[in-house]
Structures are given as structure tokens and as C-alpha cells.
């Protein structure tokens, strides 16, 4: 009986039943600002249904993650997760889940690229000056992060590799509050995502000094900004992916309309008009197919896994 009333469920998915977006970073980052733009456009196709976000933050991503992946299959909690679905399983020792086998992948949202960027006060107008100002200042530091396995983390790892130069890493739970302090100039760098970045930009409320993408952004406020491979740093390229998942078991039909409604949402005028404004690229179609979507996170976990093990980064 149970089972033909959980059919029956899945079959007028969602119903009038709210669904519970989990984002593993604080409010105000960029992992939040996707979630909720994706609310937005996610509520018309599945039927006008209430859509909450819920930040539950810590342990680089893994907590919010491990929260979905424990949750009723049922489809009304889903998780919005970026690039650390790829690098949790090499640097996140005992993790509580598997990100292949507990998760079902609905579809890819989109691509984010970062920006190196530094508190207003920071004595460099250019990424060379800036350069020049860390070697000056080595080993007095600060380097903003969403704790380990971030992306902001990841990037950082990359970004002092290709200085050469060691920073401390302080770890926040998500670059929004991060991005806070890097304004007030309790820190000094961070690497963070163009979705929180533009708009701190745009405002010099921040020093911009490069773009992690192989080519420069068009965005208006990001287009003069040189890539950190014009800078000399061979083969940077870090951009941040960000996809939708739900438990593991969540019925076929909610699957199918989850996907459905992933799709039209990518394609809603307002959505990509606001990520697009802040330097995000949104996947087409096929990256929405949730097939490409799992295959595409094996390839980033296999790509990552020596990075992170050759930096001999890891957390308990
Ligand atoms: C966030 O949403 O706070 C960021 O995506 C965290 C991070 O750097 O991964």
C-alpha cells in the first residue's frame, strides 16, 4: 500500500508539498546566489510549487551535501552543489557519503570562472604590483576561503603554486562572509567566483587582479582584466561547475519532471540574464542530461585527485 501511495507521490510530483533547495555554503556566496536565481526559475515549471533555500554550511560543502544525500528520496530535497562534488572524495578522508552512489544527477546548471581579488587597501593597482607586494610581504598573508575542498580553497591552492609563495588560509563558511572581511581588510586575497565578485568590482569595494579562465570575460566590469596564463601561470584554468542532485532512489517520473523543469528553467530570460550579468556561462541542453551531468563529475574527480594529493591537502 505504501509503495502505490509513494508511486501515486511520485506521479503528481511535487504536489503542494514545498521543495527544499540545500546549499552547503552560507548565504551571500556564489554557491547561494546560483540556488537561488535557480529557485526563481525553477518554481513556474513545476507548478508554481514553493521553493526554499536552505543553507547548511560547513566542512568545505560536505555537511549540506551528506544532508541530501540522508534525506527521503521523495524529490523535495535537492541539493545545489559546485565543483566540490569532484574534489570531496580525495579531500575529505571518512567522508560520510559516495558522491557517485548516493546522489541521483538531475543536470548541470552552469559555469562560473573566478577572479583573483584583494582588499582595497592593498598597495597594487596591477597584477604585477600585486605580485610584487606578496613577495615583499611572505609569510604575513591572509588568504580568504569556504574551508577546505572549496572552491575558493582549490583556486587558492593553485593560485599560491603558480606565485610560489605560501599564504595562511582562513577559512570561512562560504565566501560570502569571507568577501565581508576581505572588504573590511582583516584579509588580504581571495579567489572566488565572478557571481560574487562582479558587483564588489563594479564598486571598488575590491582590487581585481586576474581572471582564472583561458580567455578574459566580457563582462563590463571583468573584460580588462588579464587571464593568470597572460600572467605566466601555464595552463590556469579554473572554472567552477555547478549542478542540481537529489537522493539516491528518487523515483524515475520525479526524476524525469526535476529534469524537465531543470531544463526550461536554464532557459528562462531572467536567469540567464543574471547569471550571464555576473560572468556565469549557463550549460546548454545537453550538459542537463543526467547521464552527461554524472559523467562529467567522474571526469573532474579524476582530474583533480592528483592536484589535491600532489598539494597533500586533506580533511577529517
Ligand atoms: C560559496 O558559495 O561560498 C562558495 O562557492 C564557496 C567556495 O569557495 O566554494
Known sequence: LAAAAFSAGAQDFPGSKPITLIVPFSAG???????????EALRKPLG???IVVDNAAGAGGS???????????DGHTLLVHHIGMATMPT?????????ENDFEYVGMINDVPMTVIGKP???????????????????????GNAG??????????LFQQALGVEMTAVPYKGTGPAMTDLMGGQIDL?????????????????????????QRLTTAALKDLPTMQEMGAKGFNVSIFHGLYAPKGTPAPVLKKLNDALKVALKDPDFVKKQEGLGAVVVTDNRVNPAEHKKFVQAEIAKWSPAIKAAGVYVD
Open 121 to 143: 587597501t592593498l598597495p597594487a593597482n596591477n597584477y604585477k604590483e600585486m605580485v610584487a607586494w606578496v613577495n615583499q610581504n611572505k609569510g604575513k598573508i591572509n588568504l
Open 91 to 99: 579531500l575529505v578522508r571518512n567522508i560520510p557519503f559516495n558522491v
Open 48 to 50: 508554481n510549487v514553493t
Open 148 to 157: 577546505i575542498g572549496s572552491a575558493s580553497h582549490l583556486c587558492g591552492m
Open 63 to 73: 555537511i549540506g551535501a551528506n544532508k541530501v544525500a540522508k534525506a527521503s528520496n
Open 29 to 39: 556566496g556564489p554557491t547561494d546566489r546560483v540556488a537561488r536565481d535557480l529557485a
Open 190 to 214: 581571495m579567489c572566488d567566483q565572478t557571481t560574487n565578485t562582479t558587483s564588489q568590482i563594479e564598486g571598488k569595494k575590491v582590487k581585481a587582479f586576474a581572471v582564472t579562465s583561458p
